[in-house]
């Protein structure tokens, strides 16, 4: 059983920084490609960025771009989203997704993880 943990969401001002944490048990997390997703307040749940198994290869949502940085700790099982220059609009919920995958890929699409966590708040007050 394949479970996915995050952590490290709260209320900080706009322009501070997060860094929010994803513990994968079950497997080593050097057999899934990781993603983060978020979901605000009436809206769909969107991509925000993926890391490839490996943790060579990344993509972000270009509303993050040059803000976020996602990094893997294979040797933790975890996932990080450091969140710097923090906006009102990244307010919202977000979900950490795995995938169990036996090439090095990032994978974009929500549709494709097989395994969520329960989501942390991150709330943004301008």
């Known amino acids: 059983q394949v479970q996915v943990v995050e952590s490290g969401g709260g209320l900080v001002q706009a322009g501070e920084s997060l860094r929010l944490s994803c513990v994968t048990s079950?497997?080593?997390?050097?057999?899934?490609?990781m993603g983060w997703f978020r979901q605000g307040p009436g809206k769909e749940r969107e991509f925000v960025a993926a890391?490839?198994?490996?943790?060579?290869?990344?993509n972000y949502a270009d509303s993050v771009k040059d803000r976020f940085t996602i990094s893997k700790d294979n040797g933790k099982n975890t996932v990080y989203l450091q969140m710097n220059s923090l906006k009102p609009e990244d307010t919202a919920v977000y979900y950490c997704?795995?995938?169990?995958?036996?090439?090095?890929?990032?994978?974009?699409?929500?549709?494709?993880?097989?395994?969520w966590g329960q989501g942390t708040q991150v709330t943004v007050s301008s």
């Open positions: 997704a795995a995938k169990f995958v036996t090439w090095d890929i990032v994978i974009l699409l929500r549709q494709s993880y097989d395994y």
């Open positions: 079950g497997r080593t997390s050097s057999d899934y490609a």
């Open positions: 890391i490839s198994r490996s943790g060579r290869d990344t």
